[in-house]
């Protein structure tokens, strides 16, 4: 099933959002500001696009690997959920691991963006929970 992902560009630096290879999960997202990220630094980038996400998906914000990998670059809230109600532009929150200053270009590719179903779910508050293999562990208890 395919669905559709409308995008409205609002910047005259705005791209669309582009899928490197036909399979892949995720749709490079690209700055439309030149900004500096100081070392240890965080800043906001933002893409000029607008969007109306399918109903009953989100957008999950994503790293790049190469610019983690090469750069210390990341999004600063991996991964940044964009849910189907919002209309505003969007803007990527991303953070400098690095020890050296990182210049943001026009263009630049800075994150990736996954387009994932929202499960709607009924909550019951309980006393009782079923039993588990690990319920007894805790947080981290899967071992190493």
Known sequence: MEWELKIKLIDEDAKLPYRANEGDAGLDLFSVE??????GGSALIRTGIKMELPKGTEAQIRPRSGLALKHSITVLNSPGTIDEGYRG?????LINHGIEDFQIEKQM???QMVIAPVLQVKLVQTEVLSSAIRDRGGFGSSGE
Do not use: H, N, T
Request: no cysteine; charged share 45%; aromatic share 0%.
């Open 34 to 39: 030149e900004k500096v990220i100081k070392a």
């Open 89 to 93: 532009e969007i803007k990527i929150i």
């Open 109 to 111: 590719r800075i994150a």
